[in-house]
């Protein structure tokens, strides 16, 4: 009795388990993708939106582009400035698919969402969310903008603004489902672009860092693929997941010290400045970061040919010290690690040295999946052999 219902659970357990560990190779998660940041004081974002395709899978829900911001009032205040896609069919006369976008504002912040709806047109849109301390709280302005025609609303929530919440809800503006923690299926095609700024005394700027995929509201995406280049995040479709698209860099070309991304705000010295400085004295990215960059020429990046590096056309490139620099590549900005003197004798030299690191890192995870369709394997195997040994033992039993 104790031999048959231990077989009777492994019987079912094994194929199971087998199965679940084949579901984990094919199964996806889910993503916001786009433009996110962190770790900026503003008192405002900014996010230029251009849909040149909004093909989704068959059976995608709609979906959205979302500007999502939480600010401190004392409790969370999570604010969304969203343009919305969706889709109505008719087939008489002719079938037809027509796209409709709506214009919605939402604020949570006292239990409940307070959100405003409005019909727009267009292909190309600016979404905008500024807040302001007045002696009676924090007003809250959203604004849209097809570059014909305008729209505001505003907002006055009675708590004051102390400052931006980071962790587990950072900024920026993604693509994600439609609503009601919907997710969205990217179909092939799919391509809307992104640029990002954030507002600071008045001023707008580049975010100093970008990367994609962190879920940053109740809905989400899947089957996307985050790409910077031209200063915007090019959100394709693809399934890549998390993505970090650009990070601070600092090159030195003659005896300018150019910063990357272009447009973002720096230090140095104490004074802000932008793009580039011919002064010296330590530099560093503006507000919450750490790293800081003395302007020595110690690693040498030579190329054959003038090549844009970190947003800078040259041929002879300095940095600090060992960092990844952005290189220009069929248009997107490609991180390429420099830790010592480098010289490209042509263009398709760097594509040579990325894809040896490419093929290291793809080896390694070819041998993690590797080991784990061995495994799989090995379950399966010991599966039938088990069936095997249980069938002859009970057949020996019987007689």
């Not at 008719?90 to 037809?96: K, V």
């Not at 439609?178 to 179909?187: D, F, H, M, V």
Request: aromatic content about 18%; glycine content about 6%; charged content about 10%.
């Amino acid at each position: 009795m104790k031999f048959h219902l231990a077989f009777t659970i492994l019987l079912i357990l094994t194929p199971l388990t087998y199965v679940s560990l084949l579901q984990g190779e094919v199964m996806s998660s889910s993503y916001d993708y786009g433009y996110e940041f962190g770790y900026v004081h503003a008192d405002g974002v900014e996010a230029l939106i251009t849909f040149y395709n909004t093909s989704l899978a068959y059976v995608s829900p709609y979906f959205s582009v979302q500007e999502n911001v939480c600010l401190n009032l004392g409790v969370p205040a999570f604010v969304q400035n969203v343009i919305s896609c969706s889709y109505t069919i008719e087939q008489y006369p002719n079938y037809s698919v027509n796209k409709t976008f709506t214009w919605e504002t939402s604020i949570f912040f006292d239990g409940e969402y307070h959100i405003t709806s409005h019909q727009v047109e267009g292909n190309r849109f600016n979404l905008t969310t500024t807040w302001i301390n007045t002696n009676n709280g924090t007003l809250i302005t959203f604004c849209e903008s097809n570059f014909t025609d305008s729209n505001k609303v505003t907002c006055l929530v009675p708590l004051h603004f102390l400052a931006i919440i980071y962790p587990g809800y950072y900024a920026g503006t993604v693509i994600s489902g439609y609503g009601n923690s919907a997710t969205a299926y990217l179909g092939k095609g799919f391509n809307v672009s992104i640029q990002q700024f954030y507002r600071y005394h008045g001023e707008w700027f580049v975010p100093p860092v970008a990367f994609s995929g962190y879920p940053n509201t109740g809905e989400s995406a899947v089957n996307g693929s985050a790409h910077f280049y031209d200063g915007k995040v090019w959100v394709t479709w693809g399934n890549e997941g998390i993505q970090e698209l650009y990070n601070y860099s600092v090159v030195i070309v003659n005896d300018s010290v150019y910063t990357f991304p272009q447009n973002s705000l720096w230090f140095q010295n104490g004074k802000p400045f932008i793009n580039n400085t011919n002064d010296c004295g330590e530099i560093a990215p503006f507000f919450y970061f750490n790293h800081s960059f003395s302007p020595q020429k110690r690693i040498q990046l030579r190329f054959a040919r003038p090549t844009v590096v970190d947003g800078v056309k040259g041929e002879t490139f300095y940095l600090p010290f060992p960092e990844y620099v952005y290189e220009r590549e069929n248009g997107s900005c490609i991180p390429l690690y420099v830790s010592s003197n480098m010289t490209f004798q042509s263009c398709q030299s760097s594509f040579l040295n990325k894809a040896t690191s490419s093929t290291s890192s793809s080896t390694s995870l070819t041998q993690e999946s590797n080991g784990l369709k061995l495994i799989k394997f090995s379950i399966l195997i010991a599966f039938f052999i088990f069936n095997i040994v249980a069938i002859v033992l009970l057949k020996r039993k019987k007689v």
